[in-house]
């Protein structure tokens, strides 16, 4: 009977190793998902940063002078822009483009996480289709001087801004058909893309304001089939403008995109 005690006590100590053991041991914290590879969409949802869903260009071969169309869908933003001269855009929306040469787009959405980034590429591959014939066009009346002057629209931008706008598209969308027509009837000619500005800023700030207007307007032509070699920037800040006017109906015609003859 001495002994009876000794054998109750033994497998209720390994009973309270076993319990303590237990309670010690640590759930291992599973580790946190991979990034999303490919570099298409960015972006994590619930982390504050934007998240790119969707940004696509169809076809994305197509023959040079032939169009594609740019697709995209963020989410968490509404800060949203494309370069090559597309700019500011809606948080989803289509753009149809026509890129002289093979083109990468960069879209970049900004939120108070962060940014999400995202590209698509457009390849552009062989000589165009051939154009419809101009030697039935007649020629169109007036000296290179004068069609410029007569036929191509300023684009205009807004305050401290060179992203094109919807009036501006419109307008560079029309200057692209006189400009091809301009081009054929003067082979040699070369045309230069003005950047103005208003009158508020530094002449500094403002001549590099006016290049990156230039710049994004004659990106906007090239993508629209308008022969780069053909297009010249030019940047003259506040230095021309065409109203002296301290008043915004002013300032907005002074900042522009306009064009002359280049030498």
Known sequence: MTNFPFRLSLPFTV???LIASAC??????????????GGAVSGTAGS???VVAEFTVEPSSVERGQSAVLRWNVTGSNNVSIDHGLGTVAASGTQRITPNDTTTY???ASGPGGDAMASATVTVTGPAAPPASNRN??????TLTDRVERDLRD??????????????????????DALKRILADFPSAVINVEGHCDERGSAEYNLGLGDRRASSARDYLIQLGVPADRLKTISYGKERP???????SCWQRNRRAHFSVGQ
């Open 155 to 176: 684009a205009l931008y807004d305050y401290d801004s060179n992203n094109i706008r919807d009036d501006a598209r419109a307008a560079l969308t029309s200057d692209a």
């Open 15 to 17: 009973i309270m190793i």
């Open 106 to 108: 960069m879209l970049t």
């Open 48 to 50: 504050g940063r934007p």
């Open 137 to 142: 066009r007649p020629r169109e009346t007036g």
């Open 242 to 248: 065409v109203c002296t006017e301290s008043d915004e």
């Open 24 to 37: 010690g041991k640590k759930t291992p914290i599973p580790p946190p998902p991979p990034p999303v590879s």
